[in-house]
């Protein structure tokens, strides 16, 4: 009995080896679980940053072990910390068609130098209304939010140039241009697709709008940055050239093949910055977090820049694509472009070289509304065959192979970029959408593990009713074949994702913030600061949180439809703990304040009464005795304002005004 | 209670901590830190009235420096009044009144600049902990916070 497993075992690794599997049990090698084991105190080897798709927000797992660190708020309200709640990030949420509390997060990257991980920023795009944060990676914490106007569906973002000097935006969804009223069927004469490029401050991070590319009413997909020699270009995927605007699923099939858009963003730099702009009135906000001041500064901007192909030679140019491709991924060395082709059953390869000897020997096939196209043949390097059915995703390992994924075969295909051969080929469970291999479409990729992130669970984990988890899959990609290691459930529907090595983040990272450069107008520093001031029908409330009391906890003299303001200030300085601070009734969320931070939560009372409030985060042995008591009397009563924390009745009074 | 029970008490806490710690970063410090149970107990003891930290030898002025104890103020007001008084009465923590003659100098600076160290290893800090229940936060005093805290101490003992 003893020897059957192990034979069992044996029998599972060889049917492993000779055929493609699709059951779980033999798709797993013996010492799979060594590999992703980390034990408990130490830590994970890479941070793996993954989009948050309908959820709004960015998750972090590490890798190998598909453990959740933290799940970054970004697009979406978090009632979790109050983010998109409390005064200080409510503007966060804020665009030109006011406040939108919601969106679809599709895509990551992490900012470069020379094309590497530089392990400041983190860039997020919202496909719904279209936006693009910025995350900074000491804090965890998203800083800006900038919308993109004269678009929609922000897809093919937000990718980056190599030095991050431009994250991109690139319309699925093309709409017209300002703010004329036209009908939906008018979309060829009337509907543009555009691609932005919103300029970083090498030192800040700040983000800008310094461009937009007006093209042909066409679904622009995703993108990437040119690298190496290529650094001067960016390429777009494009789909529903056939320019249908009623049922896309049949409609924008017709044709065999689209375009790869290849952009020269140094051009369009240099056609901006002399003025061949038209600067067209585009309202969009942008809303940047100030961590001295905690505050959120939103201003509505009024213009961008667009270029016109027409008036912009050399600027842009159409590589014919098969057929309605999806991914649009550079390899490592920045020559070869890979265009997956959702419908085809090949994966196109073109070469930059190709490319750029084609444009100067002007081999074109025509034009596309005055872009010229370059002949398919002239621009191709060569092409995968019989690769699998529905390509959408290819990664790199840095070593000359590149990972597509293959939605409808439901598998990941490593092949050679030399000679487009096919190395191996390995299952996922089920439907893969986005690879991601660490550093992956950097220059250097890190390499070591691929991970896949499907789009159907079915009966990967426990059924929790008709909603389930999607999965990841962890893999090996150390040898010549994959070797899965893992399944993990993740947040939200994550589509692209991006990874790090950990000692390149984990050194920085802020354990608190410092209180004496606490510069909210409304910090109290000390207990002996705090307050509560009436003014009209608004209370602010200075308190602060400390282990284990709040000042004051005692407040009285509020009146029913009063704006009661709690600023509350953890004194705090030890890394690990916040406070939270609820209020019953509250009709928004709680407050998570960071060791050193000043947070408010708005509140307003619709009932008379006794209204306790409390520390939500478990914080010390006497945590259950954080809390205090607000007294909400009639409007028109005469109860005078008076607070403090553990004074005589007699004590710290002040008349109400 | 004498000199010696403490030390031995001192000393087999810390040795039972080392003991149970997992870490090699754990096992360093411990070793570092208590004297040899051999040595002298009076010397022992003295090491003890200092505490656990970096501060071995603090010099103070006569008269007390009024800059560094208004600067200490000023630290007391946002990051310590919440919980210590500075009359001899117990809040969340003990009353300051008198701090200064109950413990030495460097105690007192290595108590609010390496904290949870000293929460873990000294006697008279457990025996603290035993009494107020909380961990008094480590609230990330720089050495010039410490010693202008002291300072302030000093004054408010009404030291010269």
């Given at each position: ?147 993109i106007?004269n678009s929609g569906g922000n897809h093919s ?11 991109v935006a690139g319309t699925r969804f093309s709409v017209p241009m300002g703010?004329e009223?036209v009908p939906i069927n008018s979309f060829k004469q009337n509907f543009k697709s555009t691609a932005s490029f ?13 461009f937009q590319i007006m093209l042909p009413g066409m679904n622009l997909d995703l993108s ?10 960016f390429f777009f995927s494009t789909y529903n050239t056939e320019q249908a605007n009623t049922?896309l699923?049949?409609n924008a099939s017709q044709k065999?093949k689209d375009f790869i858009v290849a952009v020269n963003?140094?051009?369009a730099?240099?056609y ?5 702009g038209k600067?067209l ?23 961008t820049?667009v270029l016109d192909p027409k008036d912009c030679p050399d600027m842009v140019y159409m590589i014919p694509c098969?057929k309605s491709p999806?991914?649009c ?10 265009g ?24 074109f096939e025509g034009d596309y509304y005055g872009i010229p196209v370059v ?283 | ?160």
């Open positions: 009995m003893k020897k059957f497993p192990l034979v069992l075992f044996a029998a599972s690794a060889v049917a492993m080896q000779s055929c493609k599997m699709k059951d779980t049990e033999s798709a797993v090698s013996g010492d799979a679980a060594s590999k992703v084991y980390v034990a408990p105190g130490k830590h994970d080897e890479f941070y793996n940053f993954v989009s948050g798709g309908f959820n709004g927000q960015v998750s972090v797992y590490g890798l190998p072990s598909g453990r959740l660190l933290k799940v970054i708020p970004v697009f979406s309200l978090n009632p979790e910390n109050g983010y998109g709640y409390s005064e200080e990030t409510k503007d966060m949420l804020k665009t030109s068609a006011g406040y939108v509390p919601w969106d679809d997060q599709h895509h990551l990257e992490l900012s470069q130098t020379n094309g590497e991980h530089d392990g400041r920023w983190l860039f997020a795009n919202a496909n719904n209304t279209p936006r693009v944060a910025r995350i900074d990676l000491t804090t965890f914490k998203t800083m800006e939010i900038i919308e106007p973002s937000p990718f980056i140039t190599e030095n991050t000097e431009y994250v703010t009223d919103i300029s970083v401050d090498k030192n800040t991070g700040g983000m800008k709008i310094a990437h940055s040119g690298k190496g020699p290529s650094h001067d270009w049922l699923e049949v065999d963003w140094k051009k730099e240099e901006a910055n002399s003025g061949k600067k009135p585009s309202q969009y906000m942008h809303n940047v977090y100030n961590e001295e001041t905690q505050n959120t500064n939103s201003v509505i901007e009024n213009e820049i098969p999806h991914g991924d550079v390899d490592p060395t920045g020559e070869y472009i890979v997956s082709g959702k419908l085809a059953a090949l994966i196109p390869v073109f070469s930059f070289t190709k490319l750029q000897s084609a444009i100067q020997g002007k081999k002949k398919y043949e002239e621009a191709l390097h060569g092409e995968v065959q019989k690769p699998g059915l529905g390509p959408l995703h290819t990664e790199f390992d840095g070593k000359g192979n590149a990972y597509t994924s293959f939605f409808i075969s439901s598998e990941v295909v490593k092949w050679s970029i030399k000679d487009l051969k096919v190395i191996d080929r390995s299952p996922t469970f089920y439907s893969v959408g986005h690879l991601m291999v660490p550093g992956g479409d950097t220059r250097k990729p890190y390499g070591k593990y691929l991970v896949a992130y499907n789009k159907i669970t079915k009966d990967r984990y426990l059924p929790t009713g008709p909603e389930l988890a999607q999965s990841a899959q962890l893999y090996s990609i150390e040898g010549d074949k994959m070797q899965l290691l893992l399944d993990f459930p993740t947040f939200g529907e994550p589509h692209y994702a991006q990874a790090i090595p950990a000692e390149k983040l984990a050194p920085k990272s802020v354990k608190i913030y410092d209180i004496m450069k606490n510069k909210n107008p409304y910090v109290s520093m000390g207990e002996k600061a705090t307050k509560v001031v009436r003014n009209g029908n608004r209370v602010d409330v200075y308190m602060t949180a400390i282990r284990s009391h709040l000042t004051p906890d005692n407040i009285e003299g509020i009146y029913v439809g009063d704006e009661v303001y709690f600023h509350v200030t953890n004194l705090e300085q030890d890394w690990d703990v916040p406070h939270g601070f609820a209020v019953k009734n509250a009709a928004n969320a709680e407050l998570l304040i960071m060791p050193g931070e000043t947070t408010t939560l708005k509140f307003v009372p619709t009932k008379q009464g006794i209204y306790p409030f409390y520390c939500t985060d478990f914080c010390s042995a006497l945590h259950q005795e954080m809390q205090g008591y607000m007294r909400v009397s009639p409007r028109g009563s005469n109860v005078p304002l008076k607070f403090g924390t553990n004074v005589a009745d007699s004590a710290k009074v002040t008349a109400s005004k | 209670m004498n000199i010696k029970t403490i030390v031995f008490i001192a000393l087999t806490a810390s040795v039972s901590f080392a003991s149970c710690g997992g870490s090699n970063e754990e096992k360093k410090d411990t070793t570092q830190t208590p004297p040899p149970a051999a040595a002298a107990p009076a010397a022992a003891a003295a090491e003890d009235a200092k505490g656990h930290g970096k501060f071995t030898n603090v010099e103070l002025t006569h008269p007390i420096d009024a800059k560094m104890a208004s600067a200490g103020e000023k630290v007391y007001d946002v990051k310590c009044a919440s919980c210590h008084k500075l009359s001899d009465e117990k809040m969340v923590g003990p009353g300051w009144k008198g701090v200064t003659d109950r413990r030495s100098p460097e105690w007192i600076m290595n108590f609010v600049t390496n904290t949870d160290e000293m929460l873990d290893k000294d006697a008279e800090a457990q025996a603290m902990l035993e009494v107020c229940m909380v961990r008094m936060p480590n609230q990330n005093l720089s050495d010039q916070d410490a010693r202008d805290i002291l300072e302030f101490m000093r004054k408010n003992d009404g030291k010269n």
